[in-house]
C-alpha cells in the first residue's frame, strides 16, 4: 500500500442512486443486500475528500431496463441523500455496468491528471466489479474499499441461493492483488489524513 492518497488521487463513487435500496432492484420481496453500513462509509470518505479539496468522480446509471428504479428520469434514479454531485466533480451516465463504456470517463480523469481511483459503491459483483477491473487493466492505481460497497443475493444456475455477503466476499476476493488493493473506510481516511499532513508540511503550515 502505498504512504498517502495524493492530488492525482480521485474518488469514485458507482451508482449512490436511491433506486439500490428498491427491492424491485434486487429480486423483489425476497430479495437482500448486505452491509447497510455501506452508505454511512461513504459519507465518511465523501466529507473529507472535499474538504481536502480532492477530485470526486460519479457514475449514474441510466438503464434502459424496463422498471429499473435506477433511471435518471425517475425519483429512485436521484443521488443517495449527502452523495449529491457538486461543481467541478467529474460525472458520467451509463447503461452498462462498467464506467468506461459508452462514456468519457477515463478522458475526463486523464485531462484532471488522476492516476490512482479509490471506488466505492453499487453493487460489488456487478458496476462496481466490472469498473474496478477495466480501471485495473487502463492502469489506474486502482483501490476498491470493500466495506463502502454492497450487493445482493444472487440465485444460481441450479436455484442455489446464495448470501450477499459471500457474493460480495467472492467478488472482492477475485479482484484484490489482481485488479486493485482492497481497503477499509478507516485505511482510505487514514491515507487521507497523511495526504493532509504532508500538504502542512509542503506549505509550511506546521
Known amino acids: 500500500m502505498i504512504p498517502q492518497f495524493d492530488n492525482h488521487t480521485a474518488l469514485l463513487l458507482i451508482d449512490v442512486q436511491k433506486g439500490i435500496n428498491d427491492t424491485a432492484y434486487y429480486g423483489g420481496p425476497t430479495g437482500r443486500r448486505n452491509n447497510l453500513d455501506a452508505e454511512s462509509n461513504i459519507l465518511s470518505m465523501l466529507e473529507p475528500w472535499r474538504k481536502f479539496g480532492r477530485r470526486v468522480a460519479?457514475?449514474?446509471?441510466?438503464?434502459?431496463?424496463?422498471g429499473s428504479p435506477l433511471k435518471l428520469s425517475l425519483e429512485s434514479g436521484e443521488q443517495l441523500p449527502g452523495m449529491e454531485i457538486k461543481d467541478g466533480d467529474i460525472w458520467v451516465s451509463k447503461s452498462v455496468n462498467s464506467g468506461f463504456i459508452g462514456t468519457s470517463l477515463e478522458l475526463y480523469l486523464r485531462?484532471?491528471?488522476i492516476h490512482r481511483l479509490v471506488i466505492a459503491g453499487y453493487f460489488t459483483n456487478v458496476c462496481v466489479e466490472t469498473t474496478t477491473r477495466m480501471a485495473g487493466n487502463?492502469?489506474?492505481d486502482t483501490y476498491l474499499?470493500?466495506?463502502a460497497c454492497a450487493t445482493m443475493n444472487s440465485v444460481g444456475i441450479d436455484g442455489t441461493d446464495y448470501d450477499?455477503?459471500?457474493?460480495h466476499d467472492m467478488a472482492i476476493a477475485s479482484m484484490h492483488?489482481?485488479?486493485?488493493?482492497?481497503i477499509t473506510t478507516q485505511d482510505a481516511l487514514g491515507l487521507m489524513e497523511k495526504d493532509a499532513e504532508h500538504l502542512d508540511r509542503v506549505q509550511g503550515n506546521e
Not at 58 to 66: A, G, P, V
Open 58 to 66: 460519479f457514475t449514474r446509471h441510466d438503464s434502459i431496463e424496463e
Open 111 to 113: 485531462r484532471a491528471n
Open 138 to 140: 487502463m492502469g489506474f
Open 145 to 147: 474499499v470493500h466495506d
Open 164 to 167: 450477499p455477503q459471500l457474493v
Open 177 to 182: 492483488g489482481e485488479f486493485c488493493t482492497a
